[in-house]
């Protein structure tokens, strides 16, 4: 099953959280190719907006290694977007409802983040990074 990333799970890798661990392991295991999975440009801009404006600001360089540990980063494309402005998901800002229409779009029935938003969304299961059982089922 191919899993689309969400730009926290990157964040967390660089910030003191406890997060971090978890999030470390899925982004090992995308560098290693153990974890199919893929991410946007739109993500990758995301972690590079906290890069100069994040509190505390990520170290400068995480949007490039983490563009650099994937295979495949999506592009962003218009016909995204009437696909995003339909979703009536509660809880989910704009950003979030492309990252949907992206990942769905690609064929991924997955979403990794922390983000509890995307918890029922239709034809995405949330899987929590800190959540041992779920993260083993990507690879079931």
Known sequence: MLAFIDANVIAYTRYDAPQRPACTEIMTRVAEGTLAAVTSVLVIEEVWHLEHRGRPPLPAGTAAAATGLFEVVLGLHPEHLPVAMAFTHAGLGTADRLHAAVALGA?????????????????LRRVDPTDPGAVASLTD
């Not at 922390?114 to 029922?120: I, K, M, N, P, V």
């Open 107 to 123: 064929g991924c029935g997955v979403i990794v983040t922390t983000d509890r938003a995307f918890d029922g969304f239709p034809g």
